[in-house]
């Protein structure tokens, strides 16, 4: 199993193009965000990705996170990387600065999670939750907490969590049953049971802030009756230092199929009565809240299947160069075609979420209001697709890993199942991908009867007519025909079409979308090498394109006769084998 690298050359040319990183630094407030910046904070955090974090995977995939009387135990060495991690600055990268942070771009910032997330993704959930607590408090939060929480949780002194579902209560966010009681001195009083909490335990921080949805006692039924709480495990003392513990614990830990390093905790609010919280933003309006925390970890989970892809590429190259069967394997056309289909489908991931994230920076940095809104409709409809197509790609490439390894790969001690195994859940938390899926086109697509969409659609064309290869600007010219197609077809659906449909068409879009950013990639790679530019991964942008738009390209495309199928085909109760 091969040392993991962060491909620094590979991230940076992904921010210049499908990023457009010269175009966010001309915003107001990026002028730092050049490609020297972005360059040297690379090879910063990759020197603690590679240095810190990648050290202790496997050990911590061997032992995992216990639950020992009461105490959260982690793996020897965590503590001290977390510490090296929060004393670097890394929790505040795209902080605002009146806080703490650093201002730069969230794309850059997405860059530098992919590096610890390739590295240990167990780990890396860590802080991930905390950047989008972060994103939360800044939105949502009244002075004075921000005041008392956000320094900390940009400085990574303290992290972040949320607390969404129930037993009873998973994607039905409505059907939850947390209470919380007004005190009558501001605070609340929080009773209830969450699940599936993410880092919702440990001693790597000096505080850690529970961001809980939960119902006011007059609260309506179902989500518009949601609240958000922030209730942290210390409560302040006078000087705004944590002091006594508050009446919310983790009873018990998850046993996982993968990222066994992270503690997966059942916590319990309020069993002695003494749960203090505070409302985040207005009452029953917490699910809104809650989303600008959510639809930001979206976007870092695409990551994680871009990261994870990464790495089991990075495995599966090296192995196949030095494994020999009638020469080296690397040599036989069908080690090939996978190596081929791992690297175009993480490239093409890597530039979507980048993308999605430069999108997000645009809406939030655009002096003109007609430009800002332009960019959040692009933001809104890339942030399924990204979480979704990039977690399934994640699953794809780590999958393809254990295939190029053969029997050694399904061999836990090659290391090389432990990326299958962590790319997994992905797919499942922070919406399941059938929910990314349903948002897109229930949501997204329909509400404004697909103007975004076409609104895209229109930018890719415009880009693609000018490019200089004639295949690829023919293939994508054609792809685009096949989503106007698509989209057609899909406002063109009852509820139960749409349901039935909404996986098919956010492949299509990802393939297309992927497609065109990889084109595009290659476009600008081949100007640079024109102009001199000898930086070796350019040589071989356009054969990446290339194989995308010839070989995975096709398959998403295919996408469409499943869309135009009637729903009765997934949805009569006879169609379905007993």
């Known amino acids: 199993m091969a040392d993991y690298r962060a491909p620094i050359e590979e991230q940076l040319f992904a921010l210049e193009t499908a990023a457009d990183l010269a175009g966010l630094a001309a915003l107001p407030g990026f002028a730092d965000a050049t490609s020297e910046t972005a360059e040297q904070i690379l090879a910063e955090s990759a020197r603690l990705a590679q240095e810190g974090f990648a050290p202790l995977n496997a050990v911590g995939d061997r032992e995992g996170a216990r639950l020992q009387d009461g105490k959260m135990v982690l793996p020897a060495g965590f503590a001290e990387v977390y510490r090296d991690y929060a004393a670097a600055g ?24 992919e590096q610890f997330t390739a590295a240990n ?77 993410t880092w919702g335990e440990h001693d790597l921080a000096e505080n850690i802030v529970h961001f809980v949805l939960a119902r006011l006692p007059d609260a309506p039924a179902g989500s518009k009756g949601i609240s958000l709480f922030l209730v942290p495990k210390y409560l302040l003392d006078a000087e705004g230092r944590p002091g006594a513990r508050n009446d919310i614990t983790c009873v018990a830990i998850e046993h996982k199929m993968g990222i066994h390093a992270s503690p997966t905790c059942t916590m319990a609010l309020g069993e002695e009565g003494a749960c203090v919280g505070w409302l985040v933003g207005e009452p029953h309006g917490g699910l809104a809240a809650m989303f600008t925390m959510m639809n930001h970890a979206r976007i870092n989970v695409g990551v994680q299947g871009v990261a994870i892809a990464e790495r089991a590429w990075q495995d599966a190259r090296a192995y196949a160069a030095e494994r020999v069967q009638f020469g080296p394997i690397i040599a036989h056309p069908d080690v ?100 990314q899926a349903m948002d897109l086109a229930g949501r997204k697509l329909r509400l404004d009867n697909g103007a975004a969409l076409a609104e895209l659609e229109t930018a890719m064309a415009a880009d693609i007519a000018a490019w200089r290869d004639e295949r690829a600007r023919a293939a994508m010219a054609a792809a685009l025909d096949v989503l106007a197609q698509a989209r057609t077809a899909m406002l063109a659906h009852d509820q139960a079409g749409l349901g039935a449909a909404a996986s098919p068409f956010l492949a299509l879009c990802g393939g297309v979308v992927g497609g065109w950013l990889l084109g595009l990639e290659a476009e600008r790679a081949d100007a640079a090498r024109a102009a001199g530019d000898g930086r070796p991964h ?33 949805m009569d109760d006879a169609t379905l084998p007993s």
């Open 90 to 113: 890394w929790n505040g990268l795209a902080a605002d600065p009146a806080h703490g942070g650093q201002g730069l771009p969230f794309a850059l910032s997405v860059a530098v999670q």
């Open 336 to 435: 090939r075609r996978m190596l081929m289909t791992m690297a175009a489908l993480t490239q093409a991931a890597r530039a979507l979420v980048y993308a999605n994230a430069a999108a997000v920076d645009r809406a939030h940095k655009e002096p003109d209001a007609a430009r800002c809104a332009y960019w959040k409709r692009r933001a809104d409809l890339l942030t399924p697709i990204s979480k979704a197509w990039a977690t399934d790609i994640g699953i794809a490439v780590s999958s393809l890993a254990i295939q190029v390894y053969g029997g050694a790969g399904y061999i836990e001690e090659t290391g090389v199942a432990r990326h299958y195994r962590d790319a997994r859940i992905a797919a499942i938390y922070e919406g399941t991908n059938g929910i």
């Open 121 to 197: 993704m167990a780990f890396s959930l860590c802080p991930m939750l905390s950047l989008s607590a972060i994103e939360a408090l800044q939105a949502h939060g009244d002075a004075g907490m921000k005041a008392a929480y956000l320094p900390h949780l940009v400085s990574g002194n303290w992290t972040g969590t949320m607390l969404l579902t129930e037993p009873q209560a998973g994607s039905d966010v409505g059907a939850l049953r947390t209470s919380a009681a007004p005190a009558g001195d501001g605070s609340y009083r929080l009773r209830g049971q969450k699940i599936f909490i």
């Open 538 to 570: 350019l040589a071989a942008k356009r054969a990446v394109a290339a194989y995308f738009l010839t070989q995975q390209l096709p398959i998403a495309l295919a996408h469409l006769a499943a869309i135009r199928a009637e729903p009765a085909m997934v």
